[in-house]
């Protein structure tokens, strides 16, 4: 039995910085509102042909596949999380092992929303830990700003998301007192539609009925959002998943050095943090350059905390999401 330990990080993001006042051009809301509901005061957008789901993922891999030291053709597995592939299938993990040059080795994609990373490194962990597979590359990335409703209908929903992705070389670890510890992952499928884009689907409106129907008002294919019922499940789901993760590892709340929550709403950090009474230390976010990048905003906000030389070998880190689904997870982390 092994353990399986991030051995490199990387993250990219688009250079199109827009602000909040940019969006205050072309729909109704303003940098206070959003600031004051979410704490983003700018994320970023891909400009078509400059960037995609996949050539984003690929640009935050290569600099993780970098920091690791694993050459390319000792990679094992990808495993790719996102909710805004660059095809309706195949999904972007083949893309990726294209882009790279990398052997014909599996190629797994996660549809787990703002939960996807912390399933995906689950997942990994899983055949590390087993033996199975050596050095696995996870990848999160998210093109959100191209699939968003832009008018004022949509402002709920659509000055919260941002595009940008993560990655991280997992590799083998012998000493089974460091890397991920557990991981714990939940869903509760009741609450499907509180935050979903429901077409198109083949189980419901699919691509010709949406045209067939020619229907202006049609908001099928933007993102809905309950907005203040998902936020009431998140603060709730988010301290669970945490207390989980530390009670199935005999440690206390003292005992985290590094919380990275899934930067979903600044509120929603800020309440967890209140909650666990977690020093500014102890937690990072990032959503206020990034917006919510679902499942990437994990790992861009890992990567940006160890960049900053905020986690150190031995730290106790919990990663946690909550989102669409709904889906929630944690993992622990001894680094
Ligand atoms: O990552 C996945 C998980 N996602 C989340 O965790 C998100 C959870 N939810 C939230 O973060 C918050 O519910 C939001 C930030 C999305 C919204 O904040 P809220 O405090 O729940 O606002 P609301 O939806 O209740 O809207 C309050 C008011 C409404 O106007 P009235 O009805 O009071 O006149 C909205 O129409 O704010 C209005 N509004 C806006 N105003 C300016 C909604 N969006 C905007 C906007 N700019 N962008």
Known sequence: MYHSKITGLGFYVPDNVVTNDDLAKIMDTNDEWIQERTGIKERRHIKRGEDTTTSMGVKAAKIAIERSGVNNDEIDFIVFATISPDFYFPGPGVALQKELGLKTIGAL???????????????????????MYKNILVVASEVQSLGLDMTDRGRGVSVIFGDGAGAAMLSREEDVTKGILSTHLHSEGEYAKELAVLAPGMGGR????IIADNNPEDESYFPYMNGQFVFKNAVVRFSEVINEGLQANNLQVSDIDMLIPHQANLRISQFIQQKFKLRDDQVFNNIQKYGNTTAASIPIALTEAWEQGKIKEGDTL????????????SAIIKW
């Open 109 to 131: 994609d996660i549809r787990n929303q703002c939960s996807g990373f912390v399933y995906a490194l689950s997942v990994a962990d899983q055949y590390i830990k087993t033996g």
């Open 206 to 209: 699919w691509v010709t009925d």
């Open 318 to 329: 919990v990663l946690a999401a909550f989102g669409s689904g709904f889906t929630w997870a």
